[in-house]
């Protein structure tokens, strides 16, 4: 007798694998148009980073192993002298190296703490914060060459703004930009100015961005003041200040136009810094494959500073 306990047979499944599609005429016309159109809009964007960015880059490491002084009608291959010349002890590239290290750690650590605080300062939306946004802003548009040029003035010892505040102790002022003890602060604090906007700028919006509720929350708990800055805003900003932190190393250790118009370098080697130094070796020396060498030195010190900040300082970011 049949009953309903049976269990239900189900059909067999066929074992034959379904027919392919075939793509219509249509289909395939229209895919080969979409790679068409994919491949117009890229190429010349994809043409230029090679043009212009690869190519120069990898000229650049294949005069590195070469001696050539633009009078040449080709460079000699040296193999590894330039690099071995490079890194002997009392060489130019050792005072670049630590000119470049302070420089850029004091210009990018300054202008967090300050940037940070100025942003602080402007979100209270105090009476007239939008003009301050706006003439703390102004020097981040202006070119690196008149920043030079309006700090030299202001370094003057003789009519600039620094014999004045010096003179308020009774002190003199220094000549900033002809000593070699003080050429390289002036060439940080002169690039630090121009950058702080910038870097104000950016926290000021990321402070409004802020979640209230985090805040509401906090108050309750009773956290006011210090530790709500330390335990609570600190770490909300901390992907816009690993942004300015990448962003602002790459920016300083390029730096090259307000050295230019301040110091030139000097007195000696005492404002040299890599982007100096290559300029010089290459334009004032004609030892192209020193600077060529000296380039791809920054380079490969450029790529290891921005993996291990992107490999241990982003486990230090909280995006939620």
Known sequence: MTTLLQPVRRPPRSRTAPPPRRS?????????????????????????IVVFGYYPTLYNFVLSFTDWDFVQPAPVVVGLDNYIELFQSGSMLMDALRNTAIFVLVAVIGTLFGGMAIGALLAQRLRFSGLVRTLAFAPHMLPGAAIG?????????????????FSMFGMESPSWTTTSDFSL?????AYAWQRLGFVAIIYYTAILDLPKDIYEAASLDGARGLPLFRYITLPLLSPVTFFLTVTG????????????????????TSSTTLPWMIYDQAFVD????????????????????????TKYASKQVHYS
């Open 286 to 309: 004609f030892n192209i494959g020193t600077s060529a060498a000296t380039a791809t030195v920054m380079f490969v010190l450029l790529l290891i500073v921005t993996g291990v900040q």
């Open 185 to 189: 602060w002036s060439i940080t604090i």
């Open 249 to 268: 190393i790459i920016a300083a250790a390029q730096t090259f136009d307000i050295i230019a118009t301040l110091t030139m370098g000097g007195p000696g």
């Open 149 to 165: 040029v309006l700090w030299l003035f202001m370094f003057d010892p003789n009519y600039g703004l620094s014999r004045w505040l």
């Open 24 to 48: 219509s005429p249509q289909l395939r016309r229209r895919r080969l148009a979409e790679g068409a159109l994919f491949w117009a809009l890229i190429l010349p964007n994809l043409t230029a």
